[in-house]
């Protein structure tokens, strides 16, 4: 996934959850932020960031955020619509029988519904930004939605499903996740009976740039 027409700048603030306010030279701009978490450690004023032209050019936001380097150095892409769209490509490239974003079960929509081979596996997808020790830690902030989720993925199991939680690593050098028990608790615990149950818990690790992301390729990463 390569972004268009990049500029780099400089973070200034975040008024709300889904604007923020930078300086792209001597110009101030407010540009839309594709995640709605708190990346505490991420948005710090005089933070170097990367913002992309929205294709939509009568949209009030120009730009959306898109890349940011952390303090040490560490480009984190923040896009939080982008990991589904590398799992689909993933996924796609498996060439599966059926494959479905946005799929109905229970009282959630969970990210996709695969038929391959006779098996049916329901997938939900995590982006991680969070990052200590070149350990990947979700969620950087309490998830109810992402909790009731995992919940319906262990139900599915007792139902015959194959299911599975993927997090994509939004950032370079980790090399394993963990549920960030200080922040949300819950989701640690019912990711732990998840994991006892049978729901299959995968990592994704992605190459960052400052103007895109990519999966690294694993040949071994899917069984079908």
């Known amino acids: 996934m390569i ?14 959850r889904f604007l923020a306010k930078i300086r792209c030279g001597e110009e101030e701009l407010t540009v839309h932020v594709k995640n709605t978490g708190r990346c505490a450690e991420l948005f710090v004023p005089g933070a170097r960031v990367w913002i992309s032209r929205a294709q939509n050019p009568d949209r009030k936001t120009a730009y959306d955020l898109v890349t940011v380097e952390r303090g040490d150095g560490m480009l984190v892409n923040v896009d939080s619509q982008i990991p589904n769209v590398l799992v689909r490509t993933f996924l796609e490239k498996q060439k599966p029988q059926i494959l479905r974003p946005e799929y109905r079960f229970g009282e959630s929509r969970l990210d996709f519904y695969m ?26 902030a309490p998830t109810q939605r992402g909790t009731r989720h995992v919940h319906e993925l262990i139900r599915a199991v007792k139902e015959g499903y194959q299911a599975e939680i ?28 998840a994991e006892e149950a049978g729901v299959r818990i995968r990592m994704l690790p992605c190459r960052i740039k400052v103007d895109g992301i990519g999966l690294i390729p694993m040949p071994d990463l899917y069984e079908g």
């Open 166 to 193: 993927w997090f994509v690593i939004q950032m370079n050098g980790v090399t394993r996740v963990k549920a960030n028990r200080v922040q949300d608790p819950d989701f640690a615990d019912v990711l732990e009976k």
């Open 3 to 16: 972004y268009p027409d990049v500029k780099e700048a400089r973070f200034v603030s975040r008024p709300n």
């Open 115 to 140: 038929k391959n081979a006779g098996k049916e596996t329901l997938i939900e997808v995590k982006g991680c930004t969070l990052e200590r020790g070149g350990t990947g830690y979700f969620p950087d």
